[in-house]
């Protein structure tokens, strides 16, 4: 057994005394419970994918040299308390706070505060194939991956404990925003060293140790996440006392948790029960349109799906209407780019598919396909703002292909094996989805859809590399030409359109219930659930 699934199995143990602690930090003055739901799959963003991950381990526990400020995509100072950025663009100098101190746990006693030597491992374990720590958990790095840092860091240097440089191959004009993004949350290289001495790498995975505002306590998998307030944080302090994610995957346990107070705050509600939820008193509901996109890729190394004609007939064959209508209650938008329109460089000349039956018959025929065919459909366990219900969004796609002769088996799993066996390509098409991470189209584009994305085993559910496409995205991000980036964003979605790797479904708008008494909670456009200054009114 590896180390990783024997410390796994160890978060189980004592799981009583994790129940009564919750319990008595449920009514503990300043204590938030957050109905979070679903598990994470680990608790380092390097190696995390999924919303959840990123919300218990990004936000409460790490920093990132620079931070988008709460509620903006605008950039600001966090570990590093300023940069300078060469002229010709490819060399980035930060200068590190002298006053960040690490979190401790029973295992790991810091000895120092951050320094250079953590940004560096920090980066240096994705990037080097060869590093210690590289294939730790896995080794699954798929934002760093999928952006092309591999080959875009050429090097990484200490000036001294407080300065560091990034030395570029190539301009990027989305650096600095990239480096905002939850992967790039930094790791203590002393935590690293010392759990590598131990004999147990793995823990820096599964028992983080940050800079943050909260300090992680304990993990009783698939029930509760417990933190504290972190007294010796150097940003501002959090106002909260304790913080404990209640998981809870079933919607309408967490609403009924909101409505008897067992949670203050609950993601991803039925969209069905919005006005029901506006009409309490009790509870405040607070909504924005969603950086996101809910789609259906296709993976194009599994015939029939590499045919251009077999995709385009499966997206004519959808009504995206009546899903939005039936799925969404109305609280989206159908989808024709991969961005949303609130998004600089949207082209909206380009026009969607319409919805027509006999059309993707035709197509389906002159594909040499006329009986139909069969393939694996497969649908999220959990929700997500941009597919708050896959099995019904799945059954409607099913219904709507069997009409033209094409059988939809429809799949499902618990969410991390869901995952892990998407990232291996076992699907034929697979419902996913995405929430921006920094405010850039880069962050769509060449996250998900991008030549480096099926390279590096990432999110490229499509497995689509082409060159046309990707050769825009390259010149896009070497651009420091804004408007010249906008021209070739929107041929990127006119390449995409007709290559059709994906049926684009919908933009979703976004929900946040919250009990009375939370006070100071900014919905974030980049999705993630920031407590950091919430208080509770008593």
């Not at 290289?189 to 028992?207: C, F, Q, R, S």
């Not at 140790?209 to 972190?230: C, E, H, M």
């Not at 050769?471 to 991000?477: K, W, Y």
Request: glycine fraction near 6%; charged fraction near 25%; aromatic fraction near 10%.
């Amino acid at each position: 057994m590896s180390n990783l699934r024997k410390y796994k199995r160890k978060f189980l143990l004592g799981a009583g005394l994790i129940t009564m602690l919750a319990s008595a930090q449920l009514h503990a003055a300043g204590t938030l419970v957050y109905c979070a739901e679903a598990s994470p799959e680990i608790f380092n963003p390097q190696l995390a994918t999924s919303g959840i991950s990123m919300d218990a381990s990004a936000v409460p526990v790490y920093n990132r040299l620079v931070e988008f400020k709460l509620g903006t995509t605008e950039i600001e100072p966090a570990l590093a308390k300023s940069w300078d950025i060469g002229q010709d663009g490819l060399t980035y100098t930060f200068h590190l706070r002298d006053d960040v101190k690490w979190h401790s746990n029973k295992e790991f006693k810091p000895t120092r505060n951050l320094n250079a030597d953590d940004v560096i491992f920090t980066f240096m374990r994705q990037k080097d194939k060869n590093h210690p720590y590289h294939k730790v958990s896995g080794g699954q790095y798929e934002y760093f991956g999928s952006m092309g840092f591999p080959d875009l860091i050429k090097e990484i240097k200490k000036i001294d404990d407080h300065t560091v440089v990034f030395e570029l191959n190539h301009p990027e004009a989305p650096f600095l925003a990239d480096l905002a993004m939850s992967f790039a949350s930094i790791l203590s290289a002393e935590y690293a060293d010392t759990m590598l001495k131990n004999g147990t790498p793995e823990k820096i995975d599964l028992v983080p140790v940050g800079t943050g505002p909260f300090t992680f306590v304990q993990y009783q998998k698939d029930s509760r996440i417990l933190y504290k307030a972190n007294p010796d944080y150097f940003g501002p302090k959090a106002q909260l006392d304790r913080l404990v994610f209640s998981i809870t995957p079933d919607p309408t346990i967490r609403y009924a948790k909101l409505q008897k107070g067992e949670c203050h705050a609950m993601p991803y509600p039925n969209v069905a029960d919005i006005e029901r939820m506006k009409s309490d008193n009790n509870i405040v509901v607070k909504e924005m349109a969603g950086v996101n996109i809910g789609y259906l890729a296709y993976n194009m190394d599994k015939p029939p799906l590499d045919k251009l004609q077999v995709r385009q007939a499966l997206n004519m064959a959808v009504n995206k209407d009546a899903i939005i209508k039936a799925v969404f209650q109305g609280a989206a938008e159908p989808a024709k780019n991969f961005i949303p329109p609130s998004m600089w460089s949207y082209n909206d000349e380009v026009k969607d598919y319409p919805y027509d039956p006999a059309q993707a018959k035709e197509l389906l025929k002159s594909a040499g396909l006329e009986k139909g065919f069969t393939i694996s459909l497969w649908a999220m366990p959990v929700q997500r703002p941009y597919n708050p219900n896959a099995r019904r969004m799945a059954e409607m796609i099913q219904a709507d292909w069997a009409k033209i002769g094409v059988t939809a088996k429809i799949v499902s799993y618990e969410w991390g094996e869901y995952l892990s066996r998407i990232r291996d390509g076992e699907h034929d098409a697979v419902l996913m989805g995405w929430t921006g991470d920094n405010g850039d189209p880069d962050n769509f584009y060449s996250v998900l859809m991008s030549c480096d994305a099926v390279k590096a085993g990432g999110p490229n559910y499509s497995h689509w590399c082409y060159k046309p496409f990707d050769d825009l995205l390259q010149q896009a991000r070497i651009e420091s030409n804004h408007e010249k980036r906008v021209e070739l964003y929107k041929q990127a979605q006119v390449e995409m359109r007709e290559q059709a790797p994906a049926l684009m479904i919908a933009h979703s708008m976004v929900y946040m219930p919250l009990r009375k008494e939370v006070k100071g909670y900014i919905m974030a456009p980049l999705s993630l659930h920031n407590f950091n200054q919430v208080t509770l009114e008593k």
